[in-house]
């Protein structure tokens, strides 16, 4: 044994056959093939879909999904298993219905927007004025939208790491809020998807302080396609196509919402936290299977992996964040509770269950081992090393803006925006083996990093 190697071994808080006996034990080989046999993930997803269903924020299903993660996650031999609550102001969903009543005739499947306003049981009628992009909505002049509907569409494209999500999201998360201060009655866009189903894609948005929000709905991408069709036949002739919009959301007032915490305690406490998970929460129009049941899934079945070989010398922090999808309001108060003190780690698992393709690192300098070590460990999932900054997820980004280090493992996203915040989100959608390279992806990195004898508690910013 090298010199180097002793002095590497006495930074461990472990005595030496303790340290021996860990690093086998999670060797990342064995824990590899014990989770390309393990289906407690997929147990998780199935249950957690079949007995709470969908998990809208601040209501009463979401509720109940807490008090049935606490009773999971206690099964499982996890342990400081709570809840840390917090308030929210909670929208729900009314009825919703879209109808071309002029020139042409068709009804349009639809689905109304987080935070859009009501339309009344009424409903209204109105003209309905295209934008190609979010834009052209923008560069619509003042009060030029007054009693109108405003309709932007835009083209969505397909992509491995789902990149084109954060250009084209801008439609539905600042186009109505435009709408508004342009003086339209009710804004419609293109769902923000890549399928060719009638499912529309729901999602949140938001209005500035100051502006009164308006009716805002998605349109299924069909519908989209021939509301555009009907536009440009209709305007060759002078005429303007008019929609009938019915929308009866409501805000519900302030609830409740909480993160659910469980842990793997570590051997040593100076060691810091390695904080993990996924979003509980989902929208209602689907039973949120891939966003985001197989996120909480894989992350805690990972970390039982790692748990059930022996305990491992850093304590890993499993959290299933509740109301990310309506404002990542869980991941908010997270951060706000704990700051960035004694946390090392942050990863979370939010972009479906298709398989891991790539490991993205934010380390500080000097973990050049580390890295290369988990970047080998995971060529045999067929799991690639790349140069991107990683930047942790949704939930434990405000965590990580803090200082603190992260690791990404990136899913093949190509087919993700055909399922994600529709009806079709459901549990059909999830295959089992893929969902097992997950967790064996997610156990090796836990495994590894849960021993590393590296200091990786923060130290303000950590470096990439």
Known sequence: MTKRTLLALAALALPFPLLAQNLAAHDPAALQQKALGDDTAYGIVEDLTTEIGPRLAGTEREAAARAWAVERLKAMGFSNVRIE???????????????????????????????SASTGDKGLEAEVVYFRTLADLQAAPAGSLKGKIAFVSHKMT?????????????????????????????????????????????????????????????????????????????????????????LTPRQIGTTQSGNVIAEVP?????????LVGGHLDSWDLGTGAIDDGAGVAITAAAAKLVMDAGQPKRTIRVVWFGAEEVGLFGGIAYAK??????????????????????????LPDGTDDLKTR?????????????????GGGPDVGPTVALGVNAIDLQQDGTDYFDLHHTPDDTLDKIDPKKLQQNV?????????????????????????
Not at 374 to 390: D, E
């Open 440 to 464: 064996a992806a997610w156990a090796t990195v836990l495994g590894i990093v849960a021993n590393d004898p590296a200091d990786l508690l923060p130290k303000g910013k950590a470096g990439d």
């Open 266 to 274: 570590g051997s040593d406490p100076q060691a810091g936290v390695i």
């Open 85 to 115: 609550p917090f308030d929210m102001k909670t929208w729900v969903r009314g009825t919703e219905t879209a109808e071309i009543t002029a020139p042409f005739t068709g009804k349009m499947h639809i689905s109304a927007l987080g935070n």
């Open 374 to 390: 988990i970047a080998n460990a995971l060529a045999p999932l067929g799991i690639g090393r790349s140069n991107t900054v990683a």
């Open 158 to 246: 397909r992509t491995q790491s789902g990149a084109s999500y954060g250009q084209f999201g801008g439609v539905r998360r600042a186009g109505p809020g435009l709408a508004a201060q342009k003086g339209a009655a009710a804004i419609v866009i293109r769902s923000v998807g890549t399928d060719y189903h009638r499912n529309p894609h729901t999602g949140g948005t938001n209005f500035p302080e100051g502006v009164t929000p308006i009716p805002a709905a998605a349109l299924s991408i069909p519908d989209a396609e021939n509301l555009e069709r009907m536009i440009a036949r209709a305007s060759k002739t002078g005429q303007a196509v008019k929609m009938k919009l019915v």
């Open 337 to 362: 509770a704990h700051g960035a003190a004694d946390h090392v780690l942050a990863m979370e698992s939010d972009f479906g269950a298709d398989r891991i393709w790539q490991v993205d690192f934010k």
